[in-house]
């Protein structure tokens, strides 16, 4: 039998991998923005559109969609090909691929600046950008499947196997959390509300960095760290453990982030145990990794690209047991809302999913240029660099963590809360944070080495842009031979079977916990004194949304003493029945909210937004004074009445019609307050609208303090 010619697609790679590079340090210049702004206010620029609210999921969204992102597409491009040994399936939709993800990437970086934002974390982008992603994740996955569709190869090597349950799962994960009703080009509400919409979001947050930032990267070790190390994976059957493992476990475990809140509890508590027994196959991956190594820890000396994929395994060991320690509720109790989440999610965002990235592109392309890395000095360096950088950046958050939480919970002796002002926390931290940016800027100078490393390399050699191969064609199997087939190896062979066992077992988890708390009444009880937003706070609210408070404020109390001590009585789940989205938020930089309600006066909160230190010395918000200037758009009153009671918020029939008269009547009520106090301002002005919505916040129910 002759075997078969054809050619390997570099192009498509090496776009990828420009784009990562590039994306890489635009986010990260990005975070290290956000970084100052923690600690420098004059860093939000004077500018709407660069604060800390806007430009933090910037941030987030460019480190993990496009500087992540890409390096997924690179890494699956390029390992595909060559684990099926088969050309892409289409040249046209690689290319499809390739700039339809470039410009969703660019709608973010337009669109999340001018405050267009949706607020889910980690799914910030609006609907238009939703079904844009969706597409070109279709598109993705046409591709991979027809790559194997006409492979060569019989079995679907272990790496593929993540691949494909990366795709189905964040389609998934995607479509169910982009359940929104628009309402214009650029602004829509979610059809879950407050509770549902809680469990919805942090099944989708939690999944995303199970099945975007791990699953895909766990494929990507499973076929760079054997090629690097030239030894095979250490043990085929504990990978099929790891993985099934993996899938099913991984996705029950959303509801960790949302310990002491109004979910219900046996939901809590489900999150909490699969939480716990993740350890034992991120574990087994780890330490399949890590054996793989076994005997070549000489080369491991010598060799940069495995001293970078070493560094990612250990990093990820670190975080996937870090994990599960913060999902038991003692240890949550102290942790949650503080920046100790900050240094967990960075331990595996700039160890595991950077240092795993840099090393396959160290790797990859010299082999693609057909030459010799430019500088393994340089590449040294950036490894140092870039360690060093990520514990000047980890552990400053740790102890900024540490700070936090046992600040909040401390009391005297006389029982009174010690430290009764939050800004005594905020400034105690703010020496942790200046140590944080200066590891985010030795981190980011690495990469930026590794940048100019890498371009030295592309102008050594040429790119091979198609890579000539061959192999023979797919034989048919032996009946006989294949009746003796271990179960898992017949599953291999079938990749459409091997994608409809990994629905099934991502969608378990997913349905076992939302079902009940969509169904049962119960596990939302509804409170008869919570009632509808009025119009001018429903416009309010779209106004906190735009300016990303969310990303500072929680917008939930706990029921710790330390906390309805501080803020008042503790958040019941009937108050949020009207909240689309729900705001609880995942980071207090600044107090909860909750209870703001009554608790200061307009004019407080008139001269709060306008200059924040002339009410709280020393604070780093930034100050808000276009709301004071910026008139509050009331043409979208009605059509926002209209959708919030298709969503089943109880407004009249025929409310939209008169609800700017409403909004009117008690904006002029607000500048009339404000006027007492010898502050002139429209009741037509945007300001007037925020104060109205955090002068509602928790006044629904009266409880004893």
């Not at 009880?525 to 949304?545: F, N």
Request: aromatic residues 14%.
């Amino acid at each position: 039998m002759q075997p078969d010619k054809f050619y390997y697609d570099n192009k498509i790679v090496r776009d990828f991998t420009i784009a990562t590079l590039v994306w890489g340090i635009i986010g990260m210049l990005v975070g290290l923005l956000v970084a100052v702004q923690l600690y420098a206010p004059a860093a939000n620029l004077d500018s709407q559109y660069t604060t800390f609210g806007r430009v933090r999921p910037l941030h987030t969204n460019a480190v993990i969609f496009a500087f992540v992102g890409n390096a997924i597409f690179m890494g699956v491009y390029y390992s595909l090909q060559r684990l099926l040994k088969a050309r892409m399936f289409s040249d046209v939709l690689s290319r499809i691929h390739f700039w339809g993800w470039q410009l969703i990437i660019v709608s973010a970086v337009i669109t999340l600046p001018l405050g267009l934002t949706s607020s889910h974390e980690y799914a910030e982008l609006e609907w238009p950008i939703d079904i844009a992603i969706t597409l070109i994740w279709v598109v993705f996955g046409i591709n991979m499947f027809g790559t194997i569709i006409k492979r060569r190869e019989r079995h679907l090597y272990v790496a593929i196997w993540f691949y494909i349950a990366t795709f189905v799962t964040v389609a998934v994960l995607h479509i169910v959390n982009s359940f929104q009703l628009p309402i214009s080009a650029f602004k829509s509400y979610y059809l879950f509300a407050g509770v549902q919409d809680a469990l919805v979001q942090w099944w989708y947050g939690h999944n995303a960095v199970a099945f975007f930032l791990t699953t895909p990267y766990l494929g990507m070790m499973y076929y760079f760290l054997p090629k690097m190390a030239n030894r095979p994976v250490y043990s085929y059957r504990l990978s099929i453990l790891h993985f099934w493992a993996l899938i099913f476990i991984y996705i029950w475990a959303g509801p960790h982030h949302l310990l002491y809140t109004s979910l219900p509890g046996w939901a809590q508590s489900l999150g909490v145990v699969f939480s716990i027994m993740l350890i034992a196959p991120s574990w087994g991956g780890m330490i399949n990794g890590l054996l793989t190594l076994r005997g070549a820890w000489d080369k491991v000396r010598d060799d940069v690209t495995l001293k970078f994929m070493v560094v990612a395994l250990t990093a990820y060991g670190m975080a996937t047991f870090e994990g599960p320690l913060l999902s038991l509720k003692e240890v949550n109790a102290v942790a949650h809302f503080t920046d100790w989440i900050v240094a967990h999610v960075h331990v595996g965002a700039l160890g595991w999913n950077g240092f795993l990235t840099f090393g396959v592109i160290y790797w990859m392309i010299p082999r693609m240029y057909k030459t010799s890395l430019y500088s393994q000095k340089l590449a040294s360096f950036h490894f140092w660099i870039g360690t060093l950088g990520i514990l000047f950046y980890a552990i400053p958050m740790y102890w900024a963590g540490f700070t936090q939480g046992l600040m909040w919970k401390e009391f005297t002796p006389e029982g009174l809360l010690k430290y009764p002002n939050f800004l005594e926390t905020t400034l105690r931290i703010i020496p942790m944070h200046i140590m944080r940016s200066i590891g985010g800027t030795m981190y980011l100078a690495g990469v930026i080495v590794m940048a100019y490393n890498i371009y030295k390399t592309m102008t050594l050699g040429k790119l091979v842009e198609n890579e000539a191969a061959e192999a023979l064609p797919l034989p048919k199997m032996d009946e006989a031979e294949a009746k003796k087939e271990f179960w898992h190896r017949k599953l291999e062979r079938k990749p459409m079977a091997l994608l409809v066992f990994s629905l099934i077992v991502i969608l378990i988890g997913g349905v076992v916990e939302m079902i009940p708390t969509f169904f049962i009444s119960s596990n939302v009880p509804t409170i008869s004194s919570v009632k509808p937003y009025t119009a001018l706070e429903v416009q309010g609210r779209d106004l906190y949304i735009r300016e990303g408070c969310v990303n500072c404020h929680s917008q939930t109390i706990r029921p710790f003493r330390s906390e309805t001590e501080r803020y008042g009585e503790y958040s019941k789940a009937g108050e949020f029945v009207y909240d689309h989205p729900f705001l609880w938020g995942s980071k207090r930089t600044g107090p909860d909210l909750h209870r703001q309600g009554g608790k200061y006066s307009d004019a407080w909160h008139y001269n709060h937004m306008l200059d924040p230190r002339t009410m709280s010395p020393g604070s780093i918000m930034p100050a808000y004074d276009w709301l004071i200037s910026q008139e509050l758009d009331t043409t979208t009153t009605a059509s926002k009445i209209k959708a919030l009671r298709t969503l089943g918020v109880p407004y009249p029939d025929g409310y939209e019609l008169i609800a700017n008269q409403d909004l009117d009547k008690q904006a002029k009520g607000i500048s009339q307050n404000l006027a007492k106090d010898k502050i002139k301002v429209g009741s037509n002005k945007e300001i007037v609208a925020i104060i109205a919505y955090l002068q509602r916040l928790g006044t629904d129910i009266k409880a004893k303090n």
